[in-house]
Every structure is written in structure tokens, then in C-alpha cells.
């Protein structure tokens, strides 16, 4: 049976209106160093300007040491949640476990050894309050090596459609401890993927599937710090990390000039009728899922551009398959596989 165009528009609608932190966290040993970083990443979320309901959950990532004896008193609130994992289940697991727990409308990510800069969040939430097309908002941000020496800044330009040539051009869009984004869709899209194949690039690849259905923003500031250690993933696994990047950016590569999407989403919501997130929602579940839709003729055209990495199929009344030249009536029955 086919799904109106409407029944889609509250999927993975939010509980409640808020925002929720997720910092994945493994202490492997007790240390004065370890005890400052931890401490530098809480106060600085804690002393972000957070006009809204807000939570902070930390997942101990199987740590041998209980993360609890590591975090100051004064750092301890009531917004705050310990989620002990059993056994240590690496980043992506800690990370969808913090996302499935977050009962807020806004989500954020930081690791324990980063840090944020006054006067980030409030400019985040300010923009995707503002506007409700807007799914996430990312920043620059700046580099520093352990002993806290500025190494280098970043900050990427705004704009879809230069956030889609980013990511085809050079790589993942977003640094990663820098964004917040909407809980409906990191629902949406199944959290990051623990596929082995882009292992160690699982933000590049969480981006590369979001920015084709999802507006995102950038502020062009540098509002997030990002510790570069001898221990980190990017440098222990560098050679993995490169080649799931690659795979990422194959992928985008292989769906033709990606800068068109942004416009011929904004057509698409249009022809359907619906705001921006809605028309989204609705040719993502198509993609992802094969769901059989009743749309306008001309939406289903720009769905057969957008989607080049499956097969539209028309159906017409008699549930026979219709070619894409005919056009007996004004809407059609249509799947993807």
C-alpha cells in the first residue's frame, strides 16, 4: 500500500525541547593529565551559555577506571548521566548508545579531550531554533597539541551547497566534537555506521549520507578545540582512517555533481507541498527503505536525479509498472530498490 506524502512529516519527532550532550568516554589510567582534560571538557560545557533544557551524558566506554572518581565534585550535576558500558565497544557503539539515550530535541558530541569555546552552543542553537530546515550546524575549529601550543585553525565555508563540495573536494565537512544536530535526524539515519569498510571515518561517513537529504549550516568561527595526541585515532589508525575516507568520498563522487541537490531539494519540498526537513525525511526513506509513495509526476522526476544509486519505478492503478516516458495520470505510485 502506498504511503501519503504526509504521513512521514513527524518521523523520529523529538520528546522533549532540549539539548543533549554525549561525551563517550574510556579512562584507561589514572593520571594528573587525564584528570585536566576531563575536567577543561565539562567546565567548558557547563559554562556554555544554554538557554534551554539540557543533559550531559557521559558514556564510560568500559574504562578499567570508573570515570566517576576522575570527575571533580563541583562538575558533577543533575543533568549529568553515567552510562557504564560492560565491556570496552570502541567510539561508534559509545557514541549511538549516548544518542539513543538522548531524550532531547538538539544533540551535541564532544570527546573528553577537546574543548569548546565561550559562546558556541548559543550561536548553534540561535540558528537551528531560528530556522527549522536548517538539521545541523557545525564551526571551525583549532588545533592544539598537548601541551595546549596552537597548531593551526580551520573554518569551512557556509552554505549547502559549498558544504557539498567540501566534503567531494577534500573530505569530511564537519569537525566532529564541533556539531549539533537535530535527534530526528541522527534517528533517521541510523546513527554512525560500524561498518568495517569506513571504520576510523565514521563521521565522514555519517555527513556524506546527511548532507544529500538535510540542510546543514556552518558558522564560520572558530568556537571548538581539538587536542591532537599521540593516542588519538586519526594517528594511531591513520592508514585506515585514509583508506575508509577514500571509500566515503568514492561514494559521493560517484553520485554525479552533488551541488545540485541543495536546489533541486528546495524544488522538490515545493512540488510536494511540504517544508525542506519534511521533503528530506520523506526521499531519504525512500533511499533508504524502498517505501512505495503516491507523488506528483514532477516530484518523482527530481527523486530519479537525486537518487542516481537506485532504481525509481512508476507504477500506474492496475499495479503494473509504468515507463518513465508515459504519463497517463498526475500522480503515480513509486519505489526504490
Known sequence: MATPMRELDIKGAPREHGLSIIL?????????????????????????????????????????????????????????????????RGLVFALNTGINLARFEFVARIDDDDYWLP????????????????????????????????????????????????????????????????????????????????QHAEDYELWSRWIRFFMPAMIEEVLYSYTVSDNGVSTIHSAQQMAAS????????????????????RELSITLGLNLASAGFLLHDLWSN???????????DLAIKMLPDRMIGLENDENKWTRFDQSPEDVFRLTAV
Request: aromatic share 6%; net charge positive.
Open 24 to 88: 563517550p568516554m574510556f579512562v584507561g589510567a589514572d593520571s594528573r593529565q587525564r584528570r585536566f582534560q576531563i575536567s577543561r571538557c565539562i567546565e567548558s560545557v557547563l559554562e556554555q551559555d544554554i538557554s534551554i533544557p539540557f543533559e550531559v551524558i557521559i558514556v564510560d566506554d568500559g574504562s578499567p577506571i570508573s570515570v566517576e572518581l576522575v570527575i571533580p565534585e563541583k562538575l558533577k550535576l543533575a543533568t549529568m548521566r553515567i552510562v557504564k558500558l560492560r565491556r570496552n
Open 246 to 265: 577514500r571509500l566515503v568520498n568514492l561514494r559521493l563522487r560517484e553520485l554525479g555533481n552533488v551541488t545540485f541537490l541543495p536546489a533541486m531539494m
Open 119 to 198: 559562546k558556541k552552543i548559543e550561536k548553534q542553537l540561535a540558528l537551528l531554533q531560528d530556522n527549522p530546515d536548517i538539521s545541523i550546524v557545525a564551526t571551525g575549529m583549532e588545533r592544539r597539541d598537548q601541551s595546549g601550543a596552537l597548531i593551526d585553525t580551520h573554518v569551512r565555508s557556509d552554505g549547502w551547497e559549498n558544504v557539498l563540495k567540501f566534503s567531494v573536494d577534500v573530505g569530511c565537512p564537519f569537525p566532529h566534537g564541533s556539531v549539533v544536530g537535530r535527534t530526528n535526524v541522527f534517528k533517521t539515519l541510523g546513527g554512525y555506521s560500524n561498518a568495517l569498510a569506513t
Open 290 to 300: 524502498g517505501r512505495r509513495l503516491e507523488w506528483p509526476r514532477p516530484a518523482i
